[in-house]
């Protein structure tokens, strides 16, 4: 081989041998957000925390809050900021507003989701949210499930708990149906609603029975025939909920017994639901009273306000008092003294008291918020199924 013919080749090993050219970024300066904390938890005040330094105007929301949303503060480093607080011990929701526009906390990636909608989540911790905490105790799993949905013809998704110990025994669960509120989905009450460690902590505790929850989406497209947006009268408002109680009894029930191993009984059935799941529930008492034992109302109440109108589209359940006595075990009205569904609730506890059907009506504090939805499950759950067998 001559010398011509051996001088790619000692190129080529000369490439090989130098050191690789390293593509450098381009340099970035620093800014406040590389460091900042959002939100910082700390003496029970949840500080907010925003870098935006082109916005003109930030706000935040919470649902402790009853008022308007709170200005937040920019310093000269363009960070807003916004205290709450001194606030008691529990799990809070949250959004910014940044001119105009809604948006999350991009510190934060605790989230909960809506229909439409997505909001921060916060724990402020302390003795009164250990019952929703995350406890050093046996735990259950929150599994996805997806059905077939013969009411809306897709696939449709829901979330069910599923106590623990249930994948290593062979016994069968009592279930309590979970209904979420409007603008919200089935992931609900897992997340903001914390239902699973609300039952971890309550079965471990022996306050409640091991049961299956069972959490689906109950937000269903309005039907082609109504406006979107349009106030719903009453009977618009009740063939919208007959189409839930269809997927419910049809499609979501049928699913879960032929899934999973619990009790094919209404004695061991319980439903639950607040705001628009609470006017869901109240739909499926009042045409199908004997497929559940257990019914808990929270924050929800007459639609419209008008008993006598609820009197004449519910007469046929209303006149079998004795029959809805002696099949439901428990009828459980809720609200809280501060919640728009007050004088609903009230009402609709008058018609039952004046047609003879056995419930309770429990006022507590607090307004429409998941703060008191929390609490009212985990006031229920060691009310059910305790004499189930």
Do not use: C
Request: proline fraction near 8%; avoid cysteine.
């Amino acid at each position: 081989m001559t010398r011509l013919a051996l001088l790619p080749l000692a190129l080529l090993a000369a490439q090989a041998a130098a050191p690789a050219a390293v593509a450098q970024p381009p340099k970035r300066e620093p800014t406040p957000n590389d460091t900042l904390v959002s939100p910082e938890v700390k003496d029970k005040t949840i500080t907010f925390r925003l870098y935006a330094p082109k916005a003109s105007e930030v706000t935040l929301r919470g649902d402790w809050m009853d008022g308007p949303a709170v200005k937040m503060t920019k310093d000269d480093k363009g960070v807003w900021s916004a205290t709450a607080g001194p606030l008691p011990a529990d799990y809070y929701s949250y959004s910014f507003t940044v001119d105009g526009v809604r948006t999350l906390d991009p510190k934060n990636a605790t989230i909960k989701q809506g229909v439409a909608s997505l909001d921060n989540m916060v724990l402020v911790p302390g003795p009164e949210a250990e019952f929703m905490a995350l406890q050093p105790v046996p735990h259950g799993e929150v599994r996805q499930a997806w059905y077939n949905s013969s009411t809306l013809g897709q696939q449709r998704r829901m979330h069910v708990y599923t106590p623990p110990g249930y994948d290593a025994g062979a016994d069968k669960y009592p279930v309590l149906y979970l209904l979420h509120g409007g603008g919200d989905e089935d992931s609900g009450w897992s997340t903001i609603g914390r239902a699973g460690l609300i039952l971890d902590n309550l079965i471990a505790e022996k306050k409640a029975k091991p049961m299956l929850v069972v959490m689906p989406n109950g937000s269903l497209p309005r039907p082609a025939n109504l406006t979107p947006g349009a106030k719903l009268d009453p009977k618009e408002m009740a063939a919208i909920q007959d189409r839930f109680t269809n997927e419910l009894l049809k499609d979501v029930v049928p699913f879960v017994e032929k899934t999973y191993r619990v009790v094919p009984d209404a004695g061991h059935r319980a439903l639950a639901g607040l705001s628009m799941g609470g006017g869901q529930t109240t739909r499926v008492l009042t045409t199908n009273p004997d497929k559940f034992g257990y019914f808990a109302i929270w924050s929800a109440g007459l639609f419209g306000g008008n008993p006598d109108a609820f009197e004449g589209q519910n007469e046929k359940f209303l006149a079998e008092a004795d029959r809805v006595n002696k099949g439901v075990k428990l009828l459980a009205i809720t609200v809280g003294d501060k919640d728009f569904a007050l004088a609903g609730s009230k009402a609709l506890a008058g018609v039952l008291e004046k047609r003879g059907i056995k419930h309770e009506l429990t006022v507590t504090g607090g307004g429409h918020t998941w703060i008191n939805w929390r609490q009212y499950l985990r006031d229920l759950a060691p009310r059910l199924f305790q004499d189930a067998k």
